[in-house]
């Protein structure tokens, strides 16, 4: 689902949710509204019938005293006549006197053995007839004369009583209401019975009666089903009986309903509210009699007397009202519920438009694609949000860019390392900790012998077996952090030949700087030291060109000598002891320079020994000594020590003193001294300084000196520097050239001492080149 439609949802159902409260809240407040209203009109209704039925009752005790007060003046007048007339009177003339009195019937009643005999009336149907066969009246006669009051009748002369006005269904002429009443005389030994029905009585029980009133109010108010007058002294005590048509306080008080109808009927119910509600509260009730929902009032009216009108209500009209006002508000409340459903759709479409092209782009980027941006109309959180992921994805374009870059260097830089050591000329490869073959370049494969797969993985064993303790220490120092140059030494191949090569060992450490590897350069040096040995003749052969001339003029003057001796014995023939002393120390002495400039220009084995540097250095000053007395030089040879063993290939030792020495006269054009001395260099050393007063080296070109022939003489070679620092290199020895324009050049060598003196060092130094 999307988030629009989650959005739309949620308003619509909150919406939906708030209208359901509404009809709920709605509803209850109608139903209320309605009951309250219902309610009110029924007490209003009530009072309307009560203020009819007072009314009505008024004007019928009014109309009884009109009717009481003609009775008793009709019977008076019939006594009257009767007791002066001494002749009973006749049904003719209690005619006559009845519509003389304005009465509608006369009559005498005699008692005859307790039964009370119409002896003569005014309505001839009535003449001779018992009391008893008209009903009520006889009951009404009988009350009056057991309730009479003798002393009133004594003071009076007469009693008076009259009944209500009924209809009285004996008599065809009494069909209307009427009223009866009975006079008896003081004797008491007739009783006069009259009775008036005249037009004022007729459809009074119609017109006036509260049953025509309550017929009004309910062809005027349909709903209204029944209306009742309750006695609530009586009412649930006695029978409900017949219900009186008209209403007179007297019949109010002796009836349990006293007018109108009682037909639904809930008599424990009914008497429970009439009593709440004699004692003043109206009572409504909601309830279903005879499967019709109807609602029921009781409602108090004090007047004629106290009594409690009831009212039932057809409940349909009122629940169907409050369905009606439901369905409505449902009907509306769905109608707005589809409003709302459109609206909020349209909304979130609104709301969520900057968040979809928020997420468009979002998805660009994912892709890779950082260039087209969102259009940013907006300044709420949603305008910031993108305006936020725009710089980011402009950020992450530059970011990828770099990195592109960077990648694409880092390739071609790996592409480049990967020729370059497969290209190089250099034998490369990487030993773990443990010793084992890692990697190897192709060179490796050509100068060793083993092919790629033969070496990695394995421990191959390159270094020949006299060197495996040297080689172990160098690993060692090497892994506790030491630096090592590159070094000359000895491999083994695969075939088990032995390989002079020039060794770069270097640590590989990872990211947390550990050593976990260890990477070896192998530079095959055959070549390069047959190269050196070529160009070490070539200078020795200048050098013994040169030296030539200082040979000859050496040889030269022991040979004057000799000559002059000889000439001098030939002259003389006589052999002079001390002259063939000289002429032998003489000799000697060409045969040293002689020697000497042999083992110079004689290719040597090379051959390691243990010698002492002042012999050689003194061999050397005696060689070139005649040559600087050429030049006005004087060799100053200090030599503190008084022993300095070497391990070394004498020639090559001298062909470095010879080249050092020779530069050095060749830098004094205007002769001076040259100071050669030997000082002891802490314990293990021995350094070897020729100190000059020449013309100096200028700063620049100290730098270059050893690269082969690099020369600033005319006639220069430009080798001997080279040539000299090779060999002292292999001699484990350093050299230094210190010097300043126009004071003068001081070389150093620095050499190993031999600690102890060995008998067998010839045996125990390895032939570095061969
Ligand atoms: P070469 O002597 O044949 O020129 P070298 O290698 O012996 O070659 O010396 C190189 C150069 O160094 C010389 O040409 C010279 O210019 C300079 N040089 C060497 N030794 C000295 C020195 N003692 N005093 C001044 N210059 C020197
Ligand atoms: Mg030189």
Redesign the pocket.
């Known amino acids: 689902m999307s988030v629009k439609t989650k959005l739309s949802f949620m308003i619509s159902f909150i919406v939906f949710l708030l209208l359901i409260v509404n009809v709920i809240l709605n509803e209850y407040s109608t139903r209320v509204n309605i009951k309250a209203e219902v309610e009110s009109n029924m007490t209003h209704i009530s009072e309307q019938i009560a203020a009819s039925v007072a009314q009505h009752t008024r004007e019928y005790e009014l109309l009884q005293s009109v009717f009481d007060e003609k009775l008793k003046m009709a019977s008076a007048e019939t006594a009257k006549r009767l007791q002066d007339s001494a002749n009973p009177v006749t049904s003719e003339q209690l005619g006559q006197l009845a519509s003389q009195l304005g009465v509608t019937q006369l009559s005498l009643i005699v008692p005859i053995d307790g039964e009370y005999i119409i002896k003569q009336s005014s309505d001839s149907q009535l003449s001779g007839l018992n009391m008893k066969s008209l009903g009520k009246p006889e009951q009404l006669l009988k009350q009056g004369l057991t309730n009479h009051s003798s002393e009133a009748l004594q003071r009076l002369g007469y009693y008076f009583w009259s009944g209500p006005i009924e209809i009285n269904t004996a008599s065809t002429t009494m069909a209307y209401p009427g009223k009866w009443g009975f006079y008896m005389l003081n004797d008491q030994e007739s009783i006069i019975g009259s009775y008036i029905q005249n037009n004022q009585t007729e459809g009074y029980g119609e017109i006036n009666s509260p049953t025509s009133v309550l017929s009004q109010t309910m062809t005027n108010n349909l709903i209204i089903l029944e209306i009742s007058g309750f006695n609530p002294l009586l009412f649930g005590k006695e029978p409900v009986g017949e219900i009186p048509k008209m209403t007179s306080a007297q019949q109010m008080a002796e009836h349990p309903v006293s007018f109108g109808s009682y037909h639904y009927r809930q008599p424990q119910m009914d008497e429970r509210n009439i009593l709440a509600a004699s004692r003043g509260q109206n009572v409504f009730r909601y309830t279903t009699v005879q499967g019709k929902d109807v609602i029921k009032s009781f409602v108090k009216v004090a007047a004629p007397v106290p009594y409690v009108i009831g009212l039932v209500l057809d409940g349909q009209p009122l629940t169907n009202k409050i369905d009606e006002q439901r369905n409505n508000q449902i009907f509306i409340s769905a109608i707005l519920l589809i409003i709302v459903v459109f609206c909020s759709y349209w909304l979130s479409d609104i709301l969520i438009r900057p968040i979809r092209s928020i997420l468009w782009k979002i998805n660009e980027v994912s892709y890779g694609r950082f260039d087209n941006s969102i259009e940013v109309k907006r300044k709420d959180e949603l305008g910031q949000l993108a305006q936020r992921v725009n710089a980011m994805s402009k950020n992450l374009g530059i970011y990828m860019t770099k990195l592109k870059l960077a990648f694409e260097e880092n390739r071609s830089m790996k592409e480049y390392l990967e020729s370059f050591i497969n290209h190089t000329t250099d034998a490369i490869h990487v030993v773990d900790l443990s010793g084992r073959i890692t990697q190897v370049n192709r060179a490796f494969e050509q100068l060793f012998g083993y092919t790629a797969d033969e070496a990695t993985g394995h421990t191959l064993p390159l270094v020949p077996e006299h060197l495996h303790m040297e080689e172990l220490q160098m690993m060692e120092g090497l892994k506790s952090g030491k630096h090592l140059t590159a070094r000359e030494t000895i491999r083994v191949n695969k075939s088990g030949e032995w390989i002079a090569v020039s060794v770069t060992t270097s640590p590989i450490r990872d990211k947390h700087g550990t050593i976990h590897a260890i990477a070896s350069i192998t530079r095959d040096m055959t070549g390069r030291n047959k190269m050196e040995e070529l160009l070490r003749r070539s200078e020795k052969l200048t050098t013994v060109g040169q030296l030539a001339a200082g040979v000859a003029h050496e040889i030269r003057n022991p040979l004057t000598t000799l000559r002059g001796f000889l000439q001098l014995q030939l002259e003389t023939n006589k052999l002079n002891t001390r002259h063939v002393d000289i002429m032998l120390s003489e000799l000697d002495r060409i045969n040293l320079i002689v020697g000497e400039f042999l083992i110079l220009a004689k290719p040597q084995a090379t051959r390691f020994e243990e010698k002492d540097v002042r012999f050689i250095l003194g061999d050397v000053i005696s060689l070139l000594d005649s040559q600087a007395h050429l030049c006005d030089i004087e060799f100053i040879a200090n030599f503190n020590m008084d022993s300095c063993l070497i391990s070394c290939e004498e020639n090559q030792l001298k062909q470095v003193f010879i080249?050092l020495l020779k530069?050095?006269i060749?830098?004094m054009p205007d002769g001076g001294e040259i100071q050669v001395s030997i000082d002891s260099k802490g314990s293990s050393e021995v350094s070897v300084s020729i100190i000059?007063e020449?013309?100096?080296?200028p700063e620049e070109m100290i730098s270059k000196?050893g690269d082969p022939f690099?020369?600033?003489?005319d006639s220069?070679?430009?080798?001997?520097?080279?040539v000299s620092q090779r060999i002292i290199e292999s001699h484990h020895g350093m050299m230094e050239i210190k010097?300043k324009v126009d004071v003068g050049?001081t070389?150093t060598i620095t050499l190993p001492l031999i600690q102890k003196p060995r008998e067998e060092t010839s045996e125990d130094q390895p032939n570095h080149v061969q």
């Open positions: 080249n530069n050095a060749e830098a000059d020449g013309i100096g080296i000196l690099f020369t600033g003489k220069g070679t430009g080798l001997g520097i080279m010097s050049t070389v």
